[in-house]
């Protein structure tokens, strides 16, 4: 019995300094900075491969407002001195606001602080809804602090040669039932050079519709979270009904049926705000457009 009693206090102290670490981790938000490299929608009409970002993306996904241990403050600062070091030509939210919808107010007042801090730098503030937004009424959508894309094209220009760059957004309807919405289409009276494909869930590059007017070049999304709590023999992800986990993709970028598809761990938490081996976020992406 004195043993058995000293392996429990062993496993008690075990847990609980796992439990601590945990919730240390979720705090310390890594700042990614990688090179998306795309094609051109019209290789036709291009003439050289592209050496220099085209744009500079800030992406940041799975707030999740009630789990979330990265401060908006922090956020936004990590904005500011990232728009100071290079330049950002726009912010780009990737969904999941919240974990319940009844807590839609969590999840706006942290927007908010991130859309005063674009406003302030001049940036444009993007953004798509996530499977835990989909219960949220339409009309607290679109109090969401930010320029909904779902279902809507915008352009940037591109910093190398001033040619539009097309970004169509899709919003999410949820685990149950899910619908998957064809990528909205670019207006003809812009010659984009390319186009990237906002979406909460990177699934959606398995379920594109056959045949397309247009090409979709990129893909950026979440969702997945990196696993969150990583364990081994991949066990976070038995219970999951997300595709692209099986098939070993669960962050990063990665080209699947001819697209490029770039996965963020998001920076907040699903049910309990604890991590493990799977720090939070925010991804600075350069793309550039090959254009060979």
């Not at 699934?203 to 090409?215: G, S």
């Not at 038995?238 to 990063?252: A, F, H, T, W």
């Not at 770039?262 to 938490?269: A, E, M, N, R, Y």
Request: glycine share 10%; net charge neutral.
């Amino acid at each position: 019995m004195y043993f058995l009693g000293i392996a429990l206090i062993i496993i008690a102290c075990i847990g609980i300094a796992l439990i601590i670490w945990g919730l240390i981790e979720a705090s310390l938000v890594k700042i990614t900075h990688d090179t998306f490299e795309i094609g051109s929608s019209s290789s036709s009409q291009c003439t050289s491969s592209n050496d220099k970002e085209d744009l500079r993306i800030l992406f940041f996904s799975d707030v999740h407002a009630e789990a979330c241990m990265v401060p908006p403050i922090k956020l936004a600062k990590i904005i500011a001195q990232e728009h100071k070091n290079g330049g950002i030509d726009a912010v780009i939210f990737g969904g999941d606001t919240v974990n319940h919808a009844n807590h839609a107010l969590k999840g706006y007042k942290y927007l908010i602080y991130v859309s005063e801090t674009c406003k302030a730098l001049k940036i444009p503030f993007w953004g798509v809804t996530g499977n835990h937004d989909y219960p949220m009424e339409l009309e607290d959508i679109g109090a969401l602090p930010m320029d909904y894309m779902g279902g809507v094209i915008k352009y940037l220009k591109s910093r190398v040669d001033g040619r539009y760059i097309a970004f169509g957004g899709v919003g999410d309807t949820g685990r149950h039932d899910r619908i998957w919405f064809a990528p909205p289409t670019p207006s003809s009276e812009f010659n984009h050079k390319s186009y990237v494909m906002l979406a909460h869930n990177p699934d959606i590059v398995l379920h594109m519709p056959p045949e397309l007017p247009f090409k979709v070049n990129g893909i950026i999304s979440g969702h997945i979270h990196g696993g969150q709590i990583r364990t081994p023999f991949k066990l976070e992800f038995l219970l999951r009904k997300d595709e692209l986990p099986r098939k070993g993709i669960i962050s990063g970028i990665h080209e699947v049926n001819g697209i490029k598809l770039f996965i963020s761990k998001g920076i907040g938490c699903v049910l309990v705000p604890i991590r493990f081996f799977c720090r939070p976020e925010v991804n600075i992406i350069s793309i550039k457009v090959n254009d060979k």
